[in-house]
């Protein structure tokens, strides 16, 4: 060996050696963008981004808006800060969108009655933003998809039926077709039009197939879906040919909370149900995967992988579903009604790897899945916004799009939006918080509203669900030391052996013997008191205390939003936070209560809000530390509208309680963390509003967690975040 060849073989050696593992690359979310920001100067109505697609050079994407009458583009040149670029005034409902080359195909649903189903396909060109030609396709369009070589486009025409006539039966004629049209550097030959007719093949209604979704192959090869048939085609776009079909089969379902009852209990059974598919992709040339919506009778609530001639080669039965309920994002209002949704997907190769994208409209998640060959890889989840309905994956630039449909501005919820994710090395930064199964049992969670931290173990804390899960009303325990942060147990709220009702928890505190008191905003008008409760370390409640009369007196459906304790023995102490202006207090003043267990009395000082820019301000959470309560004052605002999150405190030996009807003290408070930056930074989406529980562990680390609303017209996303706070005690 010469001295040359040593030397390099010695530093390939060392390099080996000191060189670091290559990280682990994941999607995370590097931008959110409201589409509202796309509406003309002035005009404020409520938006749409229904399904989305990229150009070429993946600098820009486009969305439609079938309620706004509009397509919409953004400029993601620099892709963690999209501009708005714009919209274009559609004339009828724009329904789907597909990039070919300089030009963006439109499909554009003219129908004014559902026995005349009409439509058009609109080429837009998008340098000038301008509609330059459109092609009658004689019914009612859906998806539009454009082959990977970019020579034809395939439309399915779906003539959907009357949901309201003979309850949404079929068969309601018209029957629907596929649609295949030439390209010409994007352009469509209108006079090109194929028609496919797909009648005749499926099992449920053959002679109404009602075409949903599209796809294409490397080949050519178009998949198409029947959704309310349950069954799958593949045409041959050079013959124009039916080549094969089957049926998208049934399944049973096992562990299934099948029940809107306002708990979470995964232990049903459903059987035979129809998978009902939505969205289908093609993995390679040989296999297909679709999303099992559902819509006329079925929706299996997972996704299926089959070879192209219909055997079943993976089913997710109910994995996706209990992960996305591990989460925290299961919708329980949609237990009874095919659960999670999953609707759309998209498929793509990143670095040579294959992944396909799954999305959960009611959970508003994003799964991302390896595809292996045998069964797939669940990888990640991604919080997406409100209703997911399209994807779209740039892989020359590691990035995906969703376009998330809702949009709940007008109620003071967050807008229709479209998140960005880029694949990179890194750490996953959503989730915050999972729960872990117990004994073989899945913790379903949701609306987490107060925490505190556990007296005698660094990094536990425990939290409480609010009137969202009425019926099962929780404690969780918490591990924060683990990343993401894991709920490891939990314990029902009962009273006399039985799920406590008529409760809304708001706040939690230790007892100082083992148990908790809890804190229960009231509603006069769903006939739910506020008041206290003292329940003992197997959640049973021992106490039940109400608010006094010259208090109620003044109530509002804003009451507890928090509870603590100072001192102990004879002298503990509870303080509560009242969430806004009650009929007695003055504008912008706030009551902060105190009730002492041993002599039963009750007092109150005034805590001075913050003054609204919109909507209303008032607490969410009180805690003791210290020589300090530690109080959580916040704005009802969410995404780009949200001005005032923010913790304050105020000294505990300065506290002069009074007779409540009396004269109250007006405390002073000193502010102490902005939580906007932690809420803007933690996954680069909009600002959640509701920031509902804050509390110190035994260490005095501070925890902070957001209110989801069980996913309930909500994106179902909950930080639960660290804080790291500048004064001391």
């Not at 198409?224 to 799958?232: A, F, G, R």
């Not at 299961?330 to 040579?352: Q, S």
Request: aromatic letters at 6%; hydrophobic letters at 40%; glycine letters at 10%.
């Amino acid at each position: 060996m010469t001295f040359s060849t040593r030397a390099a073989l010695t530093a390939f050696l060392l390099a080996s050696v000191v060189a670091p593992a290559s990280a682990e690359q994941v999607f995370n979310r590097i931008a959110s963008f409201p589409v509202a920001q796309n509406l003309p100067q002035g005009e404020d109505k409520a938006t749409s981004s229904e399904i989305i697609t990229a150009t070429a050079d993946g600098n820009t994407l486009i969305y439609s808006d079938a309620p706004g009458g509009t397509i919409g583009f953004i400029d993601i040149t620099d892709a963690k800060a999209p501009k708005a670029g714009g919209s274009l005034k559609i004339d009828g409902e724009p329904n789907s969108v597909a990039a070919a080359g300089t030009k963006v195909l439109v499909t554009i649903d003219d129908t004014k009655d559902l026995t005349k189903p009409a439509g058009r396909l609109g080429v837009v060109d998008i340098a000038s933003k301008k509609l330059e030609n459109t092609c009658d396709l004689g019914g009612q369009p859906d998806s539009v998809v454009v082959a990977p070589d970019g020579t034809f486009a395939a439309i399915a025409i779906e003539n959907q039926r009357d949901e309201d006539l003979n309850d949404g039966a079929l068969p309601q004629l018209p029957a629907g077709e596929l649609l295949i049209v030439s390209l010409n550097n994007g352009v469509p030959a209108c006079d090109s039009i194929k028609r496919v007719d797909v009648t005749g093949l499926a099992t449920v209604v053959p002679e109404d197939p009602e075409p949903e979704f599209v796809n294409i192959n490397a080949n050519g090869e178009i998949a198409l879906t029947l959704q309310e048939n349950n069954h799958v085609i593949i045409i041959d776009s050079k013959t124009a040919k039916v080549t094969g079909h089957f049926t998208a089969g049934t399944v049973d379902l096992e562990g299934v909370d099948a029940k809107t009852d306002g708990s979470l209990n995964f232990s049903g059974k459903l059987t035979a149900v129809p998978r009902e598919p939505d969205a289908v992709k093609w993995l390679g040339t040989d296999r297909l995967v679709i999303a099992n919506e559902g819509d006329y009778k079925g929706g299996s609530r997972g996704f299926t992988i089959f070879d192209r001639s219909g055997k079943v080669l993976f089913d997710a039965g109910m994995t996706l579903e209990h992960e996305i309920a591990r989460h925290g994002h299961f919708p329980e209002k949609r237990a009874k009604n095919k659960g999670i949704e999953p609707e759309g997907m998209e498929a793509a190769v990143f670095n040579g790897q294959q992944y396909f994208f799954v999305l959960s409209e009611r959970g508003s998640m994003i799964a991302v899945y390896k595809d292996t060959g045998g069964e797939p890889e669940l990888v990640q989840l991604l919080p997406s916004g409100v209703s997911p309905e399209g994807a779209v994956a740039i892989p020359g630039r590691n990035l995906l799009a969703s376009a998330n449909e809702a949009d709940l501005g007008e109620d003071g919820g967050p807008r229709s939006h479209v998140m960005i994710y880029e694949l990179a090395e890194g750490e996953k930064a959503y989730p915050t918080i999972v729960s872990k199964d117990v004994d073989g049992k899945l913790i379903g969670w949701g609306a987490l509203s107060g925490l505190v931290g556990d007296a005698d173990k660094d990094g536990i804390l425990y939290a409480v669900n609010d009137s969202v899960y009425a019926m099962q009303p929780s404690i969780f325990t918490i591990d924060t030391t683990k990343k993401p942060a894991e709920i490891t147990n939990v314990v029902r709220i009962t009273r006399n052996g039985q799920p406590a009702q008529k409760l809304d928890i708001e706040g939690i505190a230790l007892d100082g013997k083992g148990g908790f008191w809890l804190a229960s905003e009231g509603d006069s008008a769903k006939l739910v008191g506020h008041g206290l409760y003292n329940v003992n370390a197997k959640g049973e409640i021992k106490s039940e205390i109400g608010l006094p009369a010259e208090l109620l007196a003044g109530e509002s459906r804003y009451g507890l939003e928090g509870i603590t304790t100072t001192g102990s023995g004879d002298d503990l102490t509870l303080w509560m936070a009242i969430q806004r202006e009650w009929k007695d207090d003055p504008k912008g003043q706030v009551k902060l209560l105190s009730y002492k267990p041993k002599s039963k009395e009750w007092a109150a000082v005034r805590y001075p809000l913050e003054k609204a820019e919109k909507g209303w301000i008032g607490l969410s959470e009180i805690t003791a530390n210290g020589d300090y309560l530690y109080i959580v004052e916040r704005d009802n605002q969410v995404g780009d509208a949200a001005r005032l999150k923010k913790l304050y405190r105020v000294s505990i030996k300065d506290l002069k309680p009074a007779k409540i009807g009396g004269e109250l003290q007006l405390v002073t408070k000193e502010e102490v963390h902005d939580f906007l930056p932690d809420l803007k930074s933690a996954t680069n989406g909009y600002v959640l509003d509701k920031l509902e529980g804050f509390a110190f562990d035994k260490s005095g680390k501070a925890f902070m967690v957001t209110d989801n609303d069980g996913v309930d017209d909500s994106s179902g996303e909950t930080l639960f975040l660290p804080v790291t706070l500048k004064v001391t005690n």
